[in-house]
């Protein structure tokens, strides 16, 4: 779940107030504080300059993304919310600390920037967008690369392809359709192979022979769905 909070409403660094000539520069800017994959938290600012005379008001809105797949809104407390900088300010800056990122995903905010009249008019508005905080999936991962039968029996050969170390788990074997039963794995460290021996009776040329790792789910894996494998005796 996905939670933020927020650390200070004005930075350290505030200016007494300026009121800049129109100008076509952007005077807000979403930015990427600070980014920390290990805990799943990213901090966020929206960095805003005064406009004439008018009330300086931005919206953020946090977006995320996984592999090559495009960005997307994500729902967040606080967020989608226009906060309304106080009177008296040339620059203002507003942080967001958003933690539980999850791993795999890349996050990024949208910060809509509006300058307003007394009167309610609108007088300008920008929009910018920060840089990307990316959480490298650190999960284990545990994929089958093959099966087979020999004169004693089957094997599976085994590999971590994740970022951890994969605890006990099991590797079951299906001739037929039918169970054969199951081989025991102390645990796998990442980038390490191995190979699963189950004895048993010889398949027939042709038979269906199957292998899945973990069948039990001991494992928190970033990729279930890649722990079968099959082939033919």
């Known amino acids: 779940m996905i939670r933020w909070r927020r650390i200070t409403g004005l930075a350290a660094a505030l200016f007494c107030l300026i009121t ?34 008018t009330r300086m008001q ?41 933690e539980g990122l999850l791993p795999g995903s890349n996050y990024r905010t949208v910060v809509t920037f509006r300058w307003k009249h007394p009167n309610g008019r609108t007088a300008r508005t920008e929009r910018s967008t920060s840089a990307v905080c990316r959480v490298p999936e650190s999960r284990p991962d545990l994929v089958l690369r093959d099966v087979a039968d020999d004169a004693a029996g089957y094997v599976a050969q085994v590999i971590n392809r994740g970022r951890s170390a994969a605890g006990a788990f099991d590797v079951s074997f299906i001739v037929g359709g039918v169970p054969l039963g199951t081989a025991r794995v102390a645990g796998l460290e990442p980038g390490q192979s191995i190979d699963v021996f189950l004895p048993g009776p010889p398949c027939t040329d042709g038979e269906a022979l199957e292998a899945v790792v973990d069948p039990g789910t001991e494992v928190d894996e970033s990729n279930e769905e890649n722990d079968t494998f099959t082939a033919s005796c």
């Open 20 to 53: 800049p000539a129109a100008h076509a520069a952007p005077l807000g800017k979403a930015v990427l504080a600070q980014c920390e994959p290990a805990t799943g938290e990213a901090v966020f600012e929206g960095r805003q300059t005064a406009y004439r005379e």
């Open 58 to 98: 931005m919206r953020f809105t946090l977006q995320v993304g996984q592999g090559k797949a495009r960005f997307r809104k994500v729902a967040a407390d606080g967020f989608d919310e226009w906060i309304t900088v106080p009177a008296g300010f040339g620059k203002y800056t507003y942080e967001k600390t958003v």
